[in-house]
């Protein structure tokens, strides 16, 4: 099973998957397709942008196999 977890910048995201994943050993957490992009030298827009989580989708549906 997959779980997707998403929200506002600041909103807990990341604090809620460390907590779930500390007490659910059995569940993997990933980074988020931004960070795995910035990681690799593809520049993203710091504000929202319809093109910025449009090259976030495509990644992690490349990713999700």
């Known amino acids: 099973m997959r779980i ?24 993997e957490a990933t980074q988020e397709p931004y960070w795995d992009l910035a990681e690799q030298g593809v520049a993203l827009s710091d504000e929202p942008s319809i093109a910025s989580f449009t090259e976030q989708l495509n990644s992690n549906l490349e990713n999700a196999g």
């Open 4 to 27: 997707a977890i998403t929200g506002t910048h600041g909103s807990g995201k990341t604090t809620l998957i460390e907590d779930f994943a500390d007490q659910h050993l059995n569940y």
